[in-house]
């Protein structure tokens, strides 16, 4: 049986957040356990706070159960650094590092003493995580003792040659601090007893307790070189280290059958929640993307979004107070006296205009494909930010199949998520906003928006079709609205008359890609 993978891996933040919270806090016995997402930074606990940050799945590598699998092992040792450690120190210098080092065998201990069903997980993650572990002769100096005073404590070996007394200090460190560990269980001592005892292991290893560690994530060193015959070899290797030959069967540890059904579950929990009201839509004919294999990041310009919001926040609590050295001064006093009611409130005004955003993803804006969507996700984030209340979809053609893509339900919150629907979406094809109109009808009759707005650079397929569905649109209460798009002013100009001729009720052309959000958001200051 192979490992499993499943294709278009796409859980959810706020899922994996939830599932890491029960169970560290069930681990830990610690119920105010909070876990905080932090992308590419290694597992911290911070004992005081009762936090525990993790990074993103992305941190990992392997396959995406893979990467999972490492994920809820790593919170397995930090909510047992929870439950039985006293401080945590930063892994930044040598002092540090090595504390961490043995408090992390010390806490595996304890740990699998009560919770022994994670034991083939703690072997999966060692076998896999010793892939992408440093080879010592690729090091030198200081950092390579103290790797490989890492490795040895680990696993009882080390993963490339060491020379000369660098063995032997290696070796008499890693055995002191075996017998420290054995004994803080026996006599249940505290960090603090191992910490006391941190500068003896330093001076065996002759190395400085200040030393600066570099940062290395599993990515750096890991990667398209390990394969499966890679990582059996050596979860085979951690079987026969610790004892298990007898006890524990390579190819289960390798599947992670019980650990599968749970990740299964999670990503069904995350389609559910990412494709909530989507369902619905099929009967529309409408289609959402099947694969979220591209990264939603590429696409947020957060500059962009900042500056949008900067001008849009004066104007959404409906008016802008300037400190400067001239203008009215006020007279408390007087104000306080005159008026019945002198209190002051700044009341937020609300936005009950329903939107509907159609893209144009015709093959016309393949030169600009990422600038248009990169300025389609500002938009979207200013219309979340003032609470306007909309859907977006966008169409395109392939193999002379029309297609209407739903990026954003109208009962579905724009989250990252959302903008992960739109990056899927490849520019192709004609432009055939009349058929495109057509199978949005019915939705939009049910949903009613107050205005559609059309976002596109070319001529419709069909301008008599395109002009009979519009006027269907608008005695249908719907406001029609289209914004042009250019490379350069004439062509905005151009599409701008090609576009009055179809009778939108209104017209805005633009031929700067940043000026679409502006330019759009324009229509709800009136």
């Known amino acids: 049986m192979s490992i499993p993978n499943l294709q278009n891996f796409s859980m959810r933040n706020d899922i994996l957040l939830n599932l890491g919270t029960f169970l560290s806090r ?42 999972y699998r490492q994920w809820r092992v790593s919170l397995w040792y930090e909510s047992m650094r929870l439950a039985h450690s006293s401080k945590v120190l ?27 069903g994670m034991e083939n997980e703690v072997i999966f993650n060692e076998g896999i995580s010793w892939l992408s572990r440093p080879i010592l002769n690729s090091l030198y100096g200081k950092h390579k ?28 460190a890693a055995d002191f601090a075996k017998e420290l560990i054995d004994e803080a269980i026996e006599k249940k001592y505290k960090t603090e007893r191992i910490e006391h005892e941190i500068p003896k292991i330093i001076r065996t290893l002759q190395i400085d307790s200040l030393f600066t560690i570099p940062i290395v ?15 059996i070899k050596e979860i085979e290797r951690v079987i026969k280290v610790r004892n298990k030959e007898n ?28 494709n ?42 409906g008016w802008k107070e300037i400190h400067d050295i001239k203008g009215d001064e006020i007279d408390i006093e007087s104000v306080i006296e005159s008026q019945p009611k002198p209190f002051l409130m700044d009341f937020k005004i609300t936005i009950k205009t329903k939107i509907a955003l159609l893209l144009d993803h015709s093959s016309s804006i393949d030169d600009y494909e990422l600038e248009y ?79 559609m707005i059309t976002l596109t650079d070319g001529e419709p397929s069909d301008y008599n079709a395109v002009r009979s569905a519009i006027k269907t649109y608008k005695m249908s209460g ?49």
């Not at 290694?42 to 706070?49: I, Q, R, S």
């Not at 936090?51 to 590598?61: A, G, H, N, Q, W």
């Not at 930063?90 to 009560?114: C, M, P, T, Y």
């Not at 409408?286 to 500059?303: G, K, T, W």
Request: net charge positive; proline share 3%.
């Open 478 to 526: 719907i406001h029609m609205v289209a914004v042009g798009v250019g490379k350069t002013v004439n062509t905005a100009v151009n599409i701008g008359l090609n576009l009055k001729y179809l009778e939108y009720e209104r017209i805005l052309v633009v031929s700067q890609l940043h000026e679409i959000p502006t330019k759009v958001l324009s229509l709800l200051q009136v």
């Open 90 to 116: 930063s892994n930044d210098h040598a002092f540090g590092f090595i504390l961490n080092s043995i408090e992390q065998k010390r806490v595996e201990i304890l740990g699998l003493n009560e919770w022994k």
């Open 145 to 172: 003792i103290v790797e490989a005073f890492s490795q040895y404590l680990t696993t009882g070996y080390v993963k490339g040659e060491l020379f000369g007394s660098e063995s032997d200090r290696v070796q008499n």
């Open 26 to 67: 069930r681990w830990s016995g610690n119920k105010r356990a909070t876990i905080l997402l932090i992308e590419d930074k290694a597992p911290t606990t911070n004992v005081e706070k009762n936090i525990i940050s993790m990074p993103s799945l992305r941190y990992y590598t392997g396959s995406d159960f893979q990467k």
């Open 276 to 317: 909530k009201g989507f369902s619905s839509m099929e009967q529309f004919g409408l289609e959402v993307p099947d694969s979220v294999n591209l990264d939603e990041s590429i696409i947020y310009d957060n500059e962009l979004i900042t500056k949008l919001k900067s001008v849009v926040r004066s104007w959404k609590r």
């Open 373 to 451: 969507k990169k300025a389609t996700v500002a938009l979207c984030e200013a219309l979340k930010f003032l609470d306007v209340k909309f859907s977006a979809y966008a169409f395109s053609t392939k193999n002379k199949k029309v297609s209407c893509w739903v990026i954003k339900h109208p009962d579905v919150k724009w989250t990252s998520i959302t903008a992960r629907n739109l990056v899927q979406i490849k520019a192709s094809g004609g432009t055939p906003l009349a058929e495109i109109y057509g199978l949005l009808l019915p939705l939009m009759k049910s949903y009613k928006p107050d205005i």
């Open 247 to 274: 006890e524990k069967s390579t190819n289960d540890i390798l599947v992670g059958v019980q650990i599968f059904s749970e990740y299964q579950s999670l990503l069904n929990e995350s389609k559910k929640t990412d």
């Open 217 to 231: 994530t599993p990515r750096s060193k890991f990667g398209l070189s390990m394969t499966e015959k890679n990582l």
